[in-house]
T-cell receptor, first 114, second 110 residues
Framework: GAGVSQSPSNKVTEKGKDVELRCDPI?????LYWYRQSLGQGLEFLIY????????KSGLPSDRFSAERTGGSVSTLTIQRTQQEDSAVYLC????????????FGPGTRLTVT | GQSLEQPSEVTAVEGAIVQINCTYQ??????LSWYQQHDGGAPTFLSY????GLEETGRFSSFLSRSDSYGYLLLQELQMKDSASYFC???????????FGPGTRLSVLP
C-alpha cells in the first residue's frame, strides 16, 4: 500500500518568506509526527497529533512554526518569516495510534533558506 | 528531562558482528525501538523491545535491560548495505514515542 508522502521534496526560499510543507500519512493511521533533521544530526521532535486530541506542540522551536491536521489525515507544517537556521530536512511520520511503537516515515522535505 | 547516549561512530568489516549501545534516562519508559537511516533516506523501523531480553529479527537482534536503563542493537554478518545511522528511540509514555537518540553512524568496510 501507499506509504507516507510529503511535498514538496525540495524547497528553496528567501529569508523572511513563509513556507508550507505537506504530509499525507498512511490511510487509517491516527498518529502523525513532524520532525526536523539538520545535516548529520539526529531527529528533533516538533509536533505530534493523535486522533482528535489537542496536538502536542512542545517541540516547536518558536511561534513562527505552526501545524494543523485536517480531517484527521493530511497535515501542513507552516514556517513564517523563515530564517537561515530553519534550513533542514523536515520529516513526517505516522503510526497506527498511541498504542503503536512503529513509526513510518515519509521521504522528507529539504528546506533551504537563502 | 530525557537523556540518551549512543556512540557517535562505529566501524566494522563485512561479515563481522557489531553492537550499538544505547543508555537512557527518561521520565517514563515503556520500551525501546531502533531505527535505521541511510544517507539521504528516511528512518525505517527495525525493532522494538517491550520486555527485557533479546529480540531477534534475521541478522538483527535487539536487547533491553530495564534495570540498567540500557539496550543494544546487534548486527550480525555485516554487509556493505548496513552502512547507515542507527537511532534508539525510547517509548516514554503511552502514545509518546517521539524521542530519538543522537544516532550512531556505522561504516562497514570491505
Amino acid at each position: 500500500g501507499a506509504g507516507v508522502s510529503q511535498s514538496p521534496s525540495n524547497k528553496v526560499t528567501e529569508k523572511g518568506k513563509d513556507v508550507e510543507l505537506r504530509c499525507d500519512p498512511i490511510s487509517g493511521h491516527t498518529a502523525l509526527y513532524w520532525y526536523r533533521q539538520s545535516l548529520g544530526q539526529g531527529l528533533e521532535f516538533l509536533i505530534y497529533f493523535q486522533g482528535n486530541s489537542a496536538p502536542d506542540k512542545s517541540g516547536l522551536p518558536s511561534d513562527r512554526f505552526s501545524a494543523e491536521r485536517t480531517g484527521g489525515s493530511v497535515s501542513t507544517l507552516t514556517i513564517q518569516r523563515t530564517q537561515q537556521e530553519d534550513s533542514a530536512v523536515y520529516l513526517c511520520a505516522s503510526s497506527g495510534g498511541s498504542g503503536s511503537s512503529e513509526q513510518y516515515f515519509g521521504p522528507g522535505t529539504r528546506l533551504t533558506v537563502t | 528531562g530525557q537523556s540518551l547516549e549512543q556512540p557517535s561512530e562505529v566501524t566494522a568489516v563485512e561479515g563481522a558482528i557489531v553492537q550499538i549501545n544505547c543508555t537512557y534516562q527518561t521520565s517514563g519508559f515503556y520500551g525501546l525501538s531502533w531505527y535505521q537511516q541511510h544517507d539521504g533516506g528516511a528512518p525505517t523501523f527495525l525493532s522494538y523491545n517491550g520486555l527485557d531480553g533479546l529480540e531477534e529479527t534475521g541478522r538483527f537482534s535487539s536487547f533491553l535491560s530495564r534495570s540498567d536503563s540500557y539496550g543494544y542493537l546487534l548486527l550480525q554478518e555485516l554487509q556493505m548495505k548496513d552502512s547507515a545511522s542507527y537511532f534508539c528511540a525510547p517509548w516514554l509514555n503511552y502514545g509518546q514515542n517521539f524521542v530519538f537518540g543522537p544516532g550512531t553512524r556505522l561504516s562497514v568496510l570491505p
